[in-house]
């Protein structure tokens, strides 16, 4: 699978270097990197600080890996399609010695982050899950179902991913991208489509929390955090189904999306 121009992995490079450029910046303005102490908070907590440096970790995994992919990419250049006469990105198989060494720890680089953002995202689903569900007793949350159901998930993800990438390779390192994709994007969309569960049961839910008497700045926290999630359901899916199909069409030929020109991002 060698989908994507060098071009479009300096794009993703680049994305990913400013983005880690502005967590950086924000955390140093708003306490000068404090809140990533262990112990920093009113109540700290071992699970706090674990989701905490999962995302912080997620980042520089793949800034590494957009960076080095794109470095490769530039220097592996193009070759001719024969079939078409158009100028494609020179696949893996006939890549110099010196860059197919860096493709698998690459490979791991990103299922590594891509299995730290599943952990992410699986861990704000069943948080929110359990407080739909918390009814007039109190439960706790580290004896919840809801929080069973992150750590079985997560574990799943981080064995899982890598896994992946490594029996891939061992078969065919040219198609370890794409089961990836498929493995990594079946996941995150499966995430994604729970929480149309509670995007429905929110209005309700913000609507239980004002009938409790609620302070008015924590009903005006609810409602927005309702509607930007709105919006990030759909980029998660803009997110998603594109690496999903991809994959879907790189694991065994023909490959008519990656073999377009526009589809692919060549």
């Known amino acids: 699978m060698s989908a994507g121009s060098p071009t479009a992995y300096l794009l993703w490079a680049i994305l990913s270097v400013t983005f880690l450029i502005f967590l950086l ?13 262990w112990n920093n908070g009113r109540q700290p907590g071992a699970f706090k600080r674990l989701m905490t440096y999962t995302y912080l970790t997620n980042i520089p995994l793949l800034v590494v890996y957009t960076v080095g992919m794109a470095r490769i990419k530039y220097h592996e250049g193009f070759v001719i399609d024969t079939s078409s006469n158009h100028f494609i990105p020179t696949p893996s198989t006939y890549w110099s010695d010196e860059s197919k060494k860096w493709l698998l720890p ?8 891509w299995a730290l953002e599943i952990t992410t995202h699986l861990e704000e689903l069943t948080f929110w899950l359990f407080l739909l569900h918390q009814g007039p007793n109190q439960r706790q949350w580290f004896r919840s179902w809801e929080f069973r159901m992150w750590y079985i ?10 896994l992946t990438t490594l029996l891939a390779a061992r078969q065919n390192l040219s198609t370890t991208l794409a089961w990836i994709f498929l ?11 729970c929480f149309f569960y509670v995007l429905a049961r929110f209005p309700h839910f913000i609507e239980q929390v004002k ?3 609620a302070e008015p700045s924590v009903v005006v926290r609810l409602i927005t955090f309702y509607q930007l999630n709105r919006i990030r359901v759909v980029f998660r899916f803009l997110f998603t189904i594109p690496f999903f199909i991809l994959a879907a069409d790189g694991i065994q030929p023909p490959y008519p999306i990656i073999e377009d020109l526009f589809a692919s991002g060549k």
Do not use: N
């Open 25 to 37: 910046i924000h955390l140093w303005t708003y306490d000068r990197f404090q809140c990533i102490k």
């Open 106 to 113: 690459l490979y791991f680089c990103l299922s590594f982050a």
């Open 153 to 162: 998930g997560s574990t799943m993800a981080i064995i899982g991913l890598p």
């Open 183 to 193: 493995v990594g994007s079946s996941a995150s969309t499966c995430t994604t489509i």
């Open 211 to 213: 009938a409790e008497g």
